[in-house]
């Protein structure tokens, strides 16, 4: 909420600046064309160069103003390069007043700074972590130079001085080899500067998004252009001191340096507009939105209003304490590269949209959005709870299924190590016993085999039925060639995939098949044995199985089966169909 008050305050402040720099470039103008032979520099060299001086002064003034009330651009960084780029002019102008031209002498060094404050802050216009300090760095580097270069710069002791020669009103005492020593070392750290912020700008629009480096480039390459071309021109002046604006490398890089600061100011105004016209868009999202919008198509609006088609929307569930996206699945922490704005209400989060850094990163955005968008939000919001406790639901199912199939293999494997084996051992003791009893002991001793034979037969038919063996080792096909070669009525199998595929689909493919025939047989009759024709076929993201011929019945568990998986079973008085989802790719599979 402060920063929504001082949003008032901001835009007066942007005005009030705009007009004092506006009045500094009316004031150039004037200089430039009343006293122009009195003013020794390389904005006076060629029209061309005056052309480009000015104009390039007059786009920096102009992004200000455009971006009043918005939070693109630093402005004091704007400013201040307006006057460091027009300062020459005011120290070359020999019939000016010394205030003026000693005071433009102090605003010189400042140009490499700014354009590294401008390309780190931007589009933003806010600096933070390490660009703090190391623009902080840079602007006391060149107050330090500035002042102790005033203090001791004698004009007439200078054998290089081409546009002042003069003039300095804050000389204390002339120490030429001290002044000279600063210009060196201001020099090389222009230089130095100069190719760190072109390396920082090549850093930023390596590691930025789609969406981010195409707000970034329009304003990054102009200042690294601009901050090269300045260590260009300080390279110039330690091979030359003798600085002269008719030689071609000197003008070249004056013309090249005014050529990107009006890319910059271009840049910078395009942001700024671009910015004006996402609040527009966010302001009429509610109209373009209507009353019920279909799902989805509050996170397409607000792509498409911010210019990220990357957004992406997540909803806070309290109860369960995660995010979840609007069709109610849980929601990684956003990527590097990426952002997230919290929307609030009542002070309670309601969600997050996480997007690109680019996108208003220090824009009101909660606030637009959630003025413009609350009844969406609400009602999607609703919507991504419903779709998430559904998603519980499910994996609750398919938590259950999974776990009953565990007991079933592991009550089956109890049954065959356990019981199974105590019963062969009963069978071949009893069969060492038959062998050396006598007639009437061997008579019981055989009825107690035939028992035994019983019970381990039943014993194998119960624990195939608990978990057949064979589809765990062997897969779909072999347990299925099994069920079909036990099987009680005709049983026509065809189309039956060869590859493995995930435990819970093969173990539901299975009991379908396993159902249908349990049911034909239920049904049979020494008239109408009956006939099933079974088919398996993998489409594209499930497989289906056919079931000709089982008679019409209610098939629950084998349903329950199939839903938990999300798939459907259909049944009519002749056909018995199921359709069964493969997991996709990134999904969780089950063990076997």
């Known amino acids: 909420m402060a920063d929504t008050r001082t949003r008032p305050d901001r835009q007066w402040y942007r005005l009030a600046a705009g007009g004092i720099a506006t009045g500094y470039l009316l004031a150039t103008v004037l200089v430039i064309v009343e006293d122009r032979p009195a003013v020794v520099g390389y904005a006076t060299a060629t029209a061309t160069a005056a052309v480009v001086a000015l ?91 500035s002042a102790v270069r005033a203090a001791s710069y004698d004009p007439f002791q200078d054998p290089h001085c081409w546009n002042n020669c003069t003039v300095n009103l804050f000389l204390v005492r002339a120490e030429p080899a001290a002044a000279r020593a600063v210009d060196v070392l201001w020099l090389v750290a222009s230089i130095g500067l100069g190719l760190l912020a072109a390396a920082l700008v090549v850093a ?40 002269d604006p008719a030689r071609p490398w000197f003008a070249a890089a004056y013309l090249v340096r005014g050529t990107a600061l009006i890319l910059l100011a271009a840049g910078v105004a395009a942001v700024a507009v671009l910015g004006r016209r996402r609040r527009a868009a966010l302001s009429r999202l509610a109209q373009d939105l209507g009353v019920a919008p279909a799902p989805g198509a509050l996170r397409a609006a607000l792509a498409r209003s911010l210019g990220d088609p990357d957004l992406n929307l997540a909803y806070w569930l309290s109860a369960s304490g995660r995010f979840v996206d609007p069709d109610g699945r849980t929601v990684d922490p956003p990527s590097p590269g990426h952002a997230t704005t919290e929307i609030r209400r009542a002070g309670d989060l309601i969600a997050v949209l996480r997007h690109d850094r680019a996108v208003d990163p220090a824009a009101h955005l909660s606030e637009l959005v959630g003025s413009a968008a609350r009844l969406a939000i609400d009602n999607e919001r609703l919507r991504a709870a419903l779709l998430a406790q559904v998603d519980e639901l499910s994996s609750s199912r398919r938590r259950l299924v999974a776990a009953a199939d565990a007991a079933r293999r592991g009550l089956e494997r109890d049954l065959h190590d356990g019981a199974q084996q105590h019963l062969l051992a009963v069978v071949y003791e009893l069969r060492l016993a038959r062998q050396s009893a006598g007639d009437d002991l061997a008579a019981a001793l055989d009825g107690a085999l035939e028992t035994a034979g019983t019970a381990l037969r039943e014993l194998r038919d119960l624990a ?31 189309e039956v995939p060869a590859e493995r595929l995930p435990a819970p689909v093969e173990r539901a493919a299975y009991l379908v098949v396993a159902g249908a025939v349990d049911a034909a047989a239920a049904a049979s009759g020494p008239s109408d044995p009956g006939r099933l024709d079974v088919r398996l076929q993998i489409r594209a993201d499930r497989l289906d199985v056919d079931v000709a011929g089982p008679p019409a019945g209610a098939y629950l568990h084998v349903a329950d089966r199939v839903g938990a998986l999300g798939g459907r079973l259909t049944s009519t008085p002749d056909r018995l169909h199921a359709e069964i989802p493969l997991p996709r790719d990134g999904d969780p599979t089950p063990p076997r």
């Open 55 to 145: 104009t390039a002064a007059a786009g920096l003034v102009a992004a200000v103003m455009l971006g009043a009330g918005q939070p693109t651009g630093p402005v004091g960084a704007l400013l201040l390069l307006v006057c460091a780029w027009l300062a020459p002019i005011w120290v070359g102008w020999s019939g000016g007043p010394p205030p003026a031209r000693s005071a433009s002498m102090l605003a010189l060094p400042f140009l490499v700074p700014c354009l590294l404050h401008v390309a780190l802050a931007a589009p933003a216009g806010r600096l933070t972590g390490r660009a703090r300090l190391l623009v902080g760095a840079g602007y006391v580097a060149a107050a330090a130079a």
């Open 204 to 243: 930023r629009l390596a590691r930025a998004t789609r969406a981010g480096r195409r707000t970034y480039a329009i304003v990054l390459v102009p200042a690294a252009v601009a901050a090269l071309t300045e260590a260009a021109y300080a390279v110039l002046l330690l091979h030359d001191p003798a600085e």
């Open 464 to 494: 195939h039925g608990i978990f057949p063996a064979v589809l765990e080792e062997g897969g779909l096909e072999p347990a299925l060639w099994t069920l079909v070669d036990q099987a009680a009525v005709p049983v026509e199998l065809s």
